[in-house]
């Protein structure tokens, strides 16, 4: 995360933003608010630059079962093309939630 602020103070202009984008499959994985909301304490953000954390939740598809399915017992190089094939046919993960969470202005 902070080589991300970091990067920020390194632009020249009136208005410095930091998107941090998380997607999750899981609901009960690590909220980054609280790391963000620290580092944005840690670094003097207040004021200086907006923080937000863009939360994605991820549900997996049909066709996600149905490759992990598929590829059990496969050696890794089939695994990989099995995967990339089902990629350029369809979804493996469709969006069930988005949300913009201001950390720090």
Not at 49 to 77: A, C, F, M
Request: proline letters at 3%; a positive charge.
């Amino acid at each position: 995360m902070i080589h991300r602020v970091a990067s920020l103070c390194f632009l020249n202009s009136a208005r410095r933003v930091l998107v941090y984008q998380h997607h999750r499959l899981d609901a009960h994985v690590l909220d980054f608010s609280v790391p963000l909301r620290q580092l944005a304490d840690a670094v003097g953000a207040q004021g200086r630059i907006e923080i937000w954390l863009h939360v994605i939740d991820l549900q997996r598809t049909k066709t996600y079962s149905e490759v992990e399915q598929s590829i059990k017992g496969l050696p890794p190089s089939d695994v990989a093309l099995r995967i990339r094939s089902a990629i350029l046919r369809n979804k493996l993960f469709e969006v069930k939630r988005e949300e913009f969470r201001k950390i720090c202005s």
